[in-house]
């Protein structure tokens, strides 16, 4: 068994062990509201202006499509993986980082396939691979539609001049602080809705539908983005809160366990000095 000394210091470890598991859960806690807030506002309005271009998209014809729309065969495939800046948030950025191996090694074999890197431990993860085409880390210092809006319109341009045949999304959906989705998204190009030929019958135009999908797709590709970071933000601050409220209950049970073993150990220590006290008073009266 331990001393005495050894199981204080351990003691006095896991405490401050701790404190610091508790303040990180209690900071968390604090940022998720916030960007549960965000991601709960802009979402339905995201998903609605996403869900009327992609049927407006289908009723085009293949000459009046948009740029954004043109389906190519896919020799070149981007993977936009959208992780944190940092670690203690349990497996939120491993998931994320095993599903990009899963689709490079199972879904694109036969394809070449870059990286862009949405937070550090993305870069991190595929760095050595040579095949990381910008990192975009610092985006999450500022989060901003504008900031967002940038990195998107690279994109954009990066598929219409045909460096890529496909861009896809990597991210954990928010669900809520306990459970985050690994969602994979299709970005470039746009997909159309199937069954969407009554468009017509829904919407008047003013001005034509090809000039509005023209003005409208890239703000709704922007949006798209800005909704997937927006949503592995919240998720990020979820899984760390949850990560870091396990981490405290463990570290509270193990001191109390470290304060049990001090004081057996305490009380054994105190009992053999008594034995050895009685034993020298039965040796002075013999």
Known sequence: MANLKEIRNRISSVSSTMQITSAMKMVSAAKLKKAQDAITAMRPYADKLTELLQSLSATLDADSGSKFST????????????????????????????????????????????????????????????????????????????????????????????????????????????????????????????????????????????????????KSLKTQLYKAVRDSFASEHGARMTAMHKATDNATELRDQLKLTYNKARQAAITNEILEIVGGAEALNN
């Not at 190519?72 to 497996?91: D, F, P, Q, Y």
């Not at 901003?144 to 940038?150: H, I, K, P, R």
């Open 71 to 218: 389906q190519r065969e896919v020799k070149k495939v981007l993977i936009v993986a959208i992780t944190s800046n940092r670690g203690l948030c349990g497996a939120f950025n491993s998931n994320i980082i095993k599903e990009v191996i899963r689709l490079t090694k199972e879904t694109y074999t036969n394809q070449e396939v870059s990286y862009l890197a949405i937070g550090k431990k993305t870069n991190d993860a595929f760095k050595k691979t040579g095949k990381i085409t910008a990192n975009h880390s610092t985006v999450f210092d500022d989060l901003t539609f504008d900031n967002v809006a940038e990195i998107a319109q690279s994109i954009m341009d990066k598929f219409v001049e045909g460096e890529f045949d496909k861009v896809e999304l990597v991210y954990n959906r928010f669900k809520n602080a306990a459970t985050q989705i690994v969602t994979t998204e299709q970005f470039l190009p746009i997909v159309p809705v199937e069954g969407a030929s009554n468009t017509n019958a829904d919407y008047i135009f003013e001005p034509s539908k090809v000039e509005i999908v023209e003005q409208l797709i890239p």
